[in-house]
C-alpha cells in the first residue's frame, strides 16, 4: 500500500443489476497528475469512479482516500475534497449558465448566506477556465451539446476541490473540444496541483494527456503504470482483444495505437 | 427581478379583492375601517379566516408540489397525482370517525400512502412511482367516500362539506393548524435552500456537491407529507393546485427550478382566486371551491399534456 | 396457470355469472328468506331482476368496451372509466337532462354516447398514436390524459347537478355509479348495449389483424382507419349507453379485460367472450355487496368498485410493471 497514493483500494466487492461487477478488486491511483482509467466497455470503469467518489457503496472493502478511509468522510467534507462529473449529466430546467455553475459551490456555503466574494471569485475562475465567460447569461437550452457538458466542468471546477473525477468528460465533444478540453485538464494538473482522474475510452488521447493509466477489463486491473510504459501491444491485446502496433508519434513521442486488423 | 415581484403582488390584489368582495362589496374606506375594528363580523368572523386558511393551505400546496416535483424529477409527481392528498383524506376521515386527532390522522393518512407508493415503485422504473399512486390516490379517495356514506350523521354533514373542499366553515383554529406547520416547514426549506436547490441536477451531482441523499429524501417526503396533510385537514383534499403550482411560477416568474417559494405564492394565488370565484357564485348555485379548482386546475393538465406532445413530435 | 380449454373455461365463467344472478336477485337491502322472497312480493323479485338485468348488461358493456379500448391503444391501462370517456358521457347526460327537461331516455342516450365520443376524441389527441398502434409515450400520457379529462368532466357535471336544488339528490346518486331499482325508460339503452356487444363480435378479427401492423392489416384486405372508426364507435356506443343508466363507473373496465385476456391468451374473440359474463358478474356482485353490507342503507356499486378497483389496478400494475426494470446496469 503506497502511503503517497491518491486512492487505494483494498478488496472491492460489488454487485449491481445482478452482475458480479468487482471482486475483491484491489488497486491504487497515485497522487499528482492526471490519471486515465481505460477498458472496453461494460466492464465496470463508471462503477469504479462512483466508488471512488462515494456515490456508490461497495457491498465489501474499503477505499483509502490521501491515508485516510472515504467512508469515514461525511458528504460535505467529501465534496470539498473531490469534484464528480458523471457519464450523462441529466438535462435540467432551463436555467442560465452561471446559475448552473453557481451550483458548484454549494458544499462551500453556509445557510441563508448569499454567495460570497470566494464564491464569485470561483465561478469566474471556472467560466474562464472553459471559455464559457461570455456565455455566462445564455440559457443551457440554447446551448449545443459540447457546449453543455463544458459547463457542467465548470461546475466541477468551481467546487475548487485538489481532486477531479470526470466520467467520459470527452462523450460528446467533437476532435477539437476533447483536446481543449484536455489541455485544460493538463494545465490544471500542471499548474494548480489538482488530482485528475477520468475514464476515458479512447486510448491514444489518454496515452497521450495522461501521466498514470490504469486497464480494466471484467473487474480485473490488466495494467497499471506510466502511460508510456502501460500501452503496449500486449496490453491492447489483452484489454481489447484488438492485434495492434503501438508507435510514437512524430510530434509529441506519446504512444499511439495503430490496430493490425 | 421586475418578474419576481409579479407573483406577490398578484397575491396581494388577490388577498384585498377576498377581503373586500363577496355578497357585501367593501370599498377601500369600508375594508380598512373594518380590519381596524375587531368586532367586525364579516371581516373577522366570516372573511379573514377563511382567507388566512385559504393562503396558508394554498401555500402548502405549492410548496409540496414544488418538493416533489423537484424530488422525483417529475413534473406529474405531485401529492394530488400519486395519492397523498386522498391518503390524508382517508386519514382524516378515520380520525373523524373515531375522534381521533384530526391533523395526526390526516398526517398518518399521507405518510401511509407515500410509504405505500414509495415500496410498491421500487426498482420498477420511473412511469411506476405515478402509476401506482393514481391507483392509491383512487382506492383511498373511494374508500374516504364510502366512510362518509357510513357516518353518523352529525358528522357526515361536515365531513361531506370538506370532502368537496369547501372552506365554508373555516375556522380560526384550523387556519392556525396550518399555519403552524406551514412556518416549520418553510423554516425548513429556508435552512437547506442552497441544497434543495440542488434537487433537480440528479441523484449523482447531488452526492458529488455533499448532500446526504437518503437525509434529503426523508426530508423533502417528511415536509411534502406534513405540508399536503395541514392543507387537506384544512380545505379537504383539493387537486391540481400542488401540480400546477410550481411549472405555473416557473412560467410566470421565471424562476429557477424548484422555485419553493413562487410556487408557494402561486398556490396562495389559485386557491385564493378559485375561493372568491365560489364565493361569488355562491348566490347563484354553491359550489365548493375544490369543484372550482378542479375546473381550473383539469384544463391547465391538459394544456401541459398537449403542450408535452407537441414537443415530443 | 394452464390455460382451461375454451369449452370449460366459458363453462366456468357462466357458471360464475350464474352464482352472481343468483345472489343478486337472493339478497338486497330487505333481509329475507328465500321461501318468503319466492313466495311473497313479486314486486321485490322482480325489482332485483330488474337491477341485475341492468347490472349485468352494463358491466358486460363497460368489460368489453375496456376490452376494446384496450386492444386499440395497446396500452393496458386503458379503461372507459379512467380514460374520462365515461366522464365525459356522463356530462353530457347530465346537461342534457338538464337543458332540455323533455328530453326521451332514448335522446339521453344519443347525448350520452356523444359525449363519450368526445372526450374520446381529446383523449386521442392528448395521448394517441395515430393509425398506428402501441406508440411508446403512450404509457403515461394515457392515464393522466384521462386523469385531466375524467376529473373536468365530472367537475362540470357536479356544477351542473349542483345547480339544479330539485333533481340534486337523484343526481349526486347517479354519479356515484348506482344502479336503477327501478325502470325510467332504461329499455332504450339497454338493447342498443345488447346490439352493440353482438355486433362487436366480429369487429375482433379486424382488430386482432390490425395488431399485426397497419400496413399487414391492409394488405389483407382490410383498411385499418375503418378499423379504429368501428371500435371506437363500439367502445363509445357502449360506454355512453351503459353512463345513461348508471352513471360513470371507473375500472371495471380495465380490470376484467385484464383477467379476461389473462385467460384467453392472445385470442381477441375469446376474451370477448370471457368479458360478458365476467363484468356482468362483476358488477351484479358488487352492487349486490353495496346492498348487504350497509344494511338498511345502500352503498352504490360505483364507489365498492371504485375501492376495489383501485387496489385492482395496483395489482395489475404490479404484474405489467415487474422490479429490476429500472435498475441501472
Known sequence: MMTNSLFSIENLSLRLGGRQIYDGFSGALPNGGLTGIVGPNGCGKSTLLRCLAGVQQPDSGRIVFQGGPLAGLSAVERAQSMA??????????????AGLVAKGRTPWRKAFRPLSDADHDAIESALLATGLSDLRATRLSALSGGQRQRVWLALALAQDTPVILLDEPTAFLDLQHQLSLLRLLRQLADERQRSIVMVLHELTLAGRFCDHLLGLRDGQLICAGPAEQVITPDTVAALYDLQAEVARDPVFQKPVVYPRE | MRRAVFLPALLLVLVWLALAGGRNWLGPVALVQGLLDRQDFLIYGLRLPRLLIAVGA??????????????????????????????????????????LPLLA???????????????????????????????IGATAAAATTVLLVLAPDAKAARAMIWLSGSLARADLATAGWVWLVLLAGGALVALRAHRLGLLWLGDDVMASLGVDLSRMRILVLGLVTAL??????????????AFVAAPLARAISGAEAPAIWPAALTGACLLVAADLMARLIAPVAVFPTGLVMGVIGAPYLIFFLWRDRQEAR | MAPLRPLYMNLLLWSVFALALICALRFGTAQMSAEALLHGDAGLLSGRGFRALCAMTVGAALAVSGLMLQSLTGNPLADPGITGINAGAALMAVATAQFVPSASAGMVMVSAIAGAGLAGLALWLLAGGDAGLGSEGIALRLPLAGLAIEALCLSLAMMLILTDAQSQARYLHWISGAIPPVSRGEAVPLVTICGALGAGIFLCNRLALMTLGADQSHSLGRNPRVTISLTLALVTVLSGASVAIVGPIAF????????????????????????????????????????????PGEIDAGLILAMFGGLGLVMVLTRLLPRGAGVRS
Request: aromatic letters at 6%; a positive charge.
Open chain 3, 252 to 295: 371495471l373496465g380495465l380490470l376484467v379485460p385484464f383477467v379476461a385476456r389473462g385467460l384467453a391468451g392472445p385470442a381477441l374473440r375469446r376474451a370477448y367472450g370471457y368479458c360478458v359474463p365476467l363484468g356482468a358478474a362483476v358488477l351484479m356482485a358488487s352492487d349486490v355487496a353495496g346492498r348487504v353490507i350497509v344494511r
Open chain 2, 58 to 99: 394554498g401555500m402548502a400546496l405549492g410548496m409540496a408540489g414544488a418538493l416533489m416535483q423537484g424530488l422525483t424529477r417529475n413534473p406529474l409527481a405531485t401529492p394530488d397525482i400519486i395519492g397523498l392528498t386522498q391518503g390524508a383524506g382517508l386519514g382524516f376521515a378515520i380520525a373523524l370517525l373515531m375522534d
Open chain 1, 84 to 97: 464528480y462529473l458523471p457519464q450523462n449529466p441529466p438535462l435540467v430546467p432551463d436555467m442560465s449558465v
Open chain 2, 228 to 241: 399536503t396533510a395541514a392543507s387537506t385537514l384544512a380545505v379537504g383534499p383539493i387537486g391540481f393546485v
Open chain 2, 105 to 135: 390522522g390526516a398526517a398518518c393518512g399521507s405518510a401511509l400512502a407515500v410509504v405505500c407508493v414509495a415500496l410498491l415503485a421500487q426498482g420498477r422504473g420511473a412511469l411506476a412511482f405515478v402509476l401506482f399512486g393514481i391507483g
